[in-house]
């Protein structure tokens, strides 16, 4: 081998080479914007607060009289819960904003036609998908050893071997990298960065909750495994459950050792999955851009369908915003959608046979477990659609249009806001399915169709309202979907654990905590299900609903569901009229 040649493996290998000119771009870009600096602000803020709250708490308890030993053992515990809490908080937090970073890598690209012409240049599609994806890593990267420092301080108290930090930053590095890697993927396939973020939150879920669980149950309805021998493989695919295993270990070696979960091999799983992900985006990233390139706009089947179908032209009929959003798909493609209600129906029914199985369909957690996960789901599918129906007229240019027309903005509104209810009724339909299954067959209640349908009226009025405000406030589809997503998070969960937790450190009045977390809508699907369970011959009278502050009839219980949808629907309606007034003060 001659010198040239060893030379040029040499440089093979290193990290330009791999990334090219796209990281440093990346990066320098990044660092000049505020959101960076905001991002980290925020991250460090909220990470302060929690791991302050919690550390007050355990201090009160472990100061708390007795001798200087048992003062000593109640730090270590605290340092342990502490420990715990960071790094649950990094798994969190840096999937989430994988999501949000790397959803718009290619599809920002893509919508600015930049990918054809990087092409014509000596960049690879191999160093465009690893350049894009390292340098939404580093910013990931440096939020976590941000919080290494409180790490190493807390460790000083003991109780915490250092295993479980490795192991927690080991798969909280790995499922990061996986995550990151499906929105990348994602955002090829669209140039619209929410409905990328939507479709990763959706997989990820599946993934993470539905699809392994669901194994679980079919595994062990069929009895090939013992059930310990079922988790522990169940856990070892799944991140949440290896950081869930990891975390027995230190606050249950009990239950914990009956599990064999090995986390170096789950790392390497992921890190094989996530490859695989990366070896797809380099195939669709290299098609992509040379179908841009070339001119193509769209792929060709599609293109030949609009070129040679003749459309029948479709009157006009009432308000034509709301004529036109009404008449909307619903899905992109027809093929698709009956896809993914396939896909999830095969998946509902395993665990549905796997619970009727082991005979816990009816047992109130099962069901209340269903209803978290729908209604989950239904809240970030209303907050993401709610927020990009301005947006994405802006960010098309057809805005300043349809203000030049002489529909006025009531009328705009009335329709846009038509429009986000009828995008966000797919997310919603588990729930219903899921109602209507078991109440024809007896497991619930009918009275729990009333709760739930007020609980999705008023979540839908609020976050309707403040999608449409964020859209026509933020103008860009990403950034209004991330504002309305967050302030959901800020209400229905930030508020509620900050409330909870300054309650359980000063010891004072807990009535405004429970009313905070009364509020959520989780927490009201959980308080509205549980006596619905197993009461369908019931009288609605004899119904009792259990909330924070005390125990309530059905007649208060509904009452009160009506009082949230009044409250959420002035808020929304609020919102709705602060958007009104943004229409044509930002008109691109």
């Given at each position: 081998?001659?010198?040239?040649?060893?030379?040029?493996?040499?440089?093979?290998?290193?990290?330009?080479?791999?990334?090219?000119p796209?990281?440093?771009?990346?990066?320098?870009?990044?660092?000049?914007r505020?959101?960076s600096f905001?991002?980290?602000?925020?991250?460090?803020?909220?990470?302060t607060v929690f791991?302050?709250?919690v550390?007050?708490?355990s201090?009160?308890?472990?100061?708390?009289?007795?001798?200087l030993?048992?003062?000593?053992?109640?730090?270590?515990?605290?340092?342990?819960?502490?420990?715990?809490?960071?790094v649950?908080?990094?798994?969190?937090?840096?999937?989430?904003i994988?999501?949000v970073?790397?959803?718009t890598?290619i599809?920002?690209?893509?919508?600015?036609?930049?990918?054809?012409?990087l092409?014509s240049?000596?960049?690879?599609?191999?160093?465009i998908?690893?350049g894009?994806?390292?340098?939404?890593?580093?910013?990931?990267l440096?939020?976590?050893?941000?919080?290494?420092?409180?790490?190493?301080?807390?460790?000083?108290?003991?109780?915490?071997p250092?295993d479980?930090?490795?192991?927690?930053?080991a798969?909280?590095?790995?499922?990061?990298?996986f995550v990151?890697?499906?929105?990348?993927?994602?955002?090829?396939?669209?140039?619209r960065a929410?409905?990328?973020?939507?479709?990763?939150?959706?997989?990820v879920?599946l993934?993470?909750?539905?699809?392994?669980?669901?194994?679980w149950?079919?595994?062990?309805?069929?009895?090939?495994?013992?059930?310990?021998?079922?988790?522990?493989a169940?856990?070892?695919?799944n991140p949440?459950?290896a950081?869930?295993?990891?975390?027995?270990?230190?606050?249950?070696?009990g239950?914990a050792g009956a599990?064999?979960?090995?986390?170096?091999?789950?790392?390497?799983?992921?890190?094989?999955?996530?490859?695989a992900?990366?070896?797809?985006?380099?195939?669709r990233?290299?098609?992509?851009?040379?179908?841009?390139?070339?001119?193509?706009?769209g792929?060709?089947?599609?293109?030949?369908?609009?070129?040679?179908?003749?459309?029948?032209?479709?009157?006009?009929?009432?308000?034509?915003?709301?004529?036109?959003?009404?008449?909307?798909p619903?899905?992109?493609?027809?093929?698709?959608g009956?896809?993914?209600?396939?896909?999830?129906?095969?998946?509902?029914?395993a665990?549905?046979?796997?619970g009727a199985?082991?005979?816990?369909?009816?047992?109130?957690?099962t069901?209340?477990?269903?209803?978290?996960?729908?209604?989950?789901?239904?809240?970030?599918g209303?907050?993401?659609?709610s927020?990009?129906?301005i947006?994405?007229?802006?960010?098309?240019?057809?805005?300043?249009?349809?203000?030049?027309?002489?529909?006025?903005?009531t009328?705009?509104?009335?329709?846009?806001?038509?429009?986000?209810?009828?995008?966000?009724?797919?997310?919603?339909?588990?729930?219903?399915?899921?109602?209507?299954?078991?109440?024809?067959?007896?497991f619930?209640h009918?009275l729990?169709?009333?709760?739930?349908?007020?609980?999705?009226?008023?979540?839908m009025?609020?976050?309707?309202?403040?999608?449409?405000?964020?859209?026509?406030?933020l103008?860009?589809?990403?950034?209004?979907?991330?504002?309305?997503?967050?302030?959901?998070i800020?209400?229905?969960?930030?508020l509620?654990?900050?409330?909870?937790?300054?309650?359980?450190v000063?010891?004072?009045?807990?009535?405004?905590?429970?009313?905070?977390?009364?509020?959520?809508?989780?927490?009201?699907?959980?308080?509205?299900?549980e006596?619905?369970?197993?009461?369908?011959?019931?009288?609605?009278?004899?119904?009792r609903?259990?909330w924070?502050?005390?125990?309530?009839g059905?007649?208060?219980?509904?009452?009160?569901?009506?009082a949230?949808?009044?409250?959420?629907?002035?808020?929304?309606?609020?919102?709705?009229?602060?958007?009104?007034?943004?229409?044509?003060?930002?008109?691109?």
């Open positions: 081998m001659d010198a040239k040649s060893a030379d040029r493996n040499r440089r093979g290998f290193r990290l330009p080479s791999l990334t090219g796209v990281f440093a771009k990346e990066l320098r870009v990044s660092a000049r505020r959101r905001a991002l980290r602000l925020g991250y460090l803020l909220l990470l791991v302050g709250l550390w007050l708490g201090f009160r308890t472990a100061v708390a009289g007795g001798s030993a048992a003062r000593a053992s109640r730090m270590s515990e605290a340092g342990k819960l502490i420990i715990v809490t960071i649950w908080f990094q798994f969190c937090t840096t999937q989430v994988a999501v970073l790397l959803s890598a599809g920002g690209e893509l919508s600015r036609r930049t990918l054809g012409v092409m240049t000596p960049i690879r599609s191999f160093q998908v690893m894009k994806l390292l340098s939404g890593l580093w910013q990931l440096v939020l976590i050893a941000s919080s290494l420092p409180l790490l190493l301080l807390v460790r000083v108290f003991g109780g915490v250092w479980f930090v490795l192991s927690g930053l798969i909280t590095l790995a499922s990061m990298l990151a890697s499906v929105s990348l993927l994602f955002s090829i396939g669209s140039g929410h409905v990328a973020m939507l479709r990763t939150v959706i997989v879920g993934l993470y909750g539905l699809l392994p669980w669901g194994a149950g079919l595994i062990g309805q069929m009895r090939l495994l013992p059930a310990a021998d079922v988790t522990s169940v856990m070892q695919v949440p459950g950081l869930a295993a990891a975390t027995g270990r230190v606050i249950a070696p239950w599990l064999s979960v090995s986390w170096p091999l789950h790392c390497a799983m992921v890190l094989g999955a996530s490859a992900v990366l070896a797809v985006c380099v195939v990233v290299r098609r992509a851009a040379l179908r841009q390139a070339s001119g193509e706009a792929r060709p089947g599609r293109r030949r369908r609009a070129a040679g179908g003749r459309g029948r032209v479709r009157r006009v009929v009432g308000p034509p915003v709301l004529w036109r959003e009404l008449r909307a619903m899905f992109p493609s027809r093929l698709r009956l896809i993914v209600v396939a896909v999830m129906a095969l998946i509902l029914g665990t549905y046979a796997a199985r082991h005979k816990v369909l009816a047992d109130p957690d069901h209340v477990t269903y209803v978290l996960i729908f209604t989950s789901l239904g809240v970030l209303t907050a993401v659609m927020a990009t129906g947006a994405v007229e802006r960010e098309a240019r057809c805005w300043p249009l349809l203000m030049a027309t002489a529909l006025s903005d009328q705009v509104l009335l329709g846009k806001a038509a429009g986000a209810l009828r995008r966000a009724l797919p997310f919603w339909g588990l729930l219903a399915g899921h109602l209507a299954l078991f109440t024809l067959t007896g619930l009918p729990a169709w009333l709760h739930l349908g007020l609980l999705v009226g008023a979540v009025a609020l976050l309707t309202g403040t999608g449409l405000y964020f859209s026509a406030r103008g860009r589809p990403a950034a209004a979907a991330v504002a309305n997503v967050a302030l959901a800020a209400v229905w969960v930030v509620p654990v900050l409330g909870f937790l300054s309650v359980a000063s010891g004072g009045d807990r009535e405004t905590a429970n009313a905070l977390i009364s509020a959520n809508p989780v927490a009201q699907a959980v308080v509205v299900v006596p619905a369970v197993g009461a369908k011959a019931a009288h609605a009278g004899e119904l609903y259990h924070l502050w005390g125990s309530a059905a007649g208060r219980t509904t009452w009160l569901m009506l949230s949808l009044g409250g959420h629907g002035l808020v929304g309606l609020m919102f709705a009229w602060r958007a009104e007034r943004w229409f044509r003060k930002r008109m691109f």
